[in-house]
């Protein structure tokens, strides 16, 4: 292993661990505030992380960041920071309580409108 490959682990590792104490203070946050049986911390944190990931893929193929920072921001920092399985237990949960139609609209609005953020943070990386 390379020098930089370690240098890249180690900054990868340390952006996972910081997207994952931004997530965990984020959710709390949210939840604090929010007065509603909707999961609005996952649902917030996982929007705005699928917007930042189209954001950084946009701007590393316009070459204003490396593929270097973009793999430490994307898959250290937004793995860290955003959370399929959290969303799934949410929605899981949801339904077990009673509420069918509350969990499978988190469920399908969480994929579609992080599907939405995803392209529309491309598109902002595009554009700029």
């Given at each position: 292993?390379?020098?930089?490959?370690?240098?890249?682990?180690?900054?990868?590792?340390?952006?996972?661990?910081?997207?994952?104490?931004?997530?965990?203070?984020?959710?709390?946050?949210?939840?604090?505030?929010?007065a509603?049986?909707?999961?609005?911390?996952?649902?917030?944190?996982?929007?705005?992380?699928?917007?930042?990931?189209?954001?950084?893929?946009?701007?590393?193929?316009?070459?204003?960041?490396?593929?270097?920072?973009?793999?430490?921001l994307?898959?250290?920092?937004?793995?860290?920071?955003?959370?399929?399985?959290?969303?799934?237990?949410?929605?899981?949960?949801?339904?077990?309580?009673?509420?069918?139609?509350?969990?499978?609209l988190?469920?399908?609005?969480?994929?579609?409108?992080?599907?939405?953020?995803?392209?529309?943070?491309?598109?902002?990386?595009?554009?700029?």
């Amino acid at each position: 292993m390379t020098l930089a490959m370690l240098g890249q682990l180690m900054a990868t590792g340390l952006a996972g661990a910081l997207g994952a104490l931004s997530r965990y203070l984020l959710g709390r946050f949210i939840s604090a505030r929010a007065a509603t049986a909707l999961p609005l911390g996952t649902l917030v944190i996982n929007l705005s992380g699928a917007f930042a990931i189209g954001l950084l893929f946009a701007l590393a193929q316009e070459h204003v960041i490396s593929t270097m920072v973009q793999s430490v921001l994307a898959t250290g920092f937004l793995g860290g920071y955003t959370t399929f399985s959290t969303m799934s237990w949410e929605g899981v949960e949801l339904l077990r309580d009673g509420s069918g139609w509350l969990g499978l609209l988190y469920l399908v609005g969480s994929l579609l409108l992080g599907l939405l953020a995803a392209a529309g943070g491309l598109a902002v990386g595009r554009w700029l």
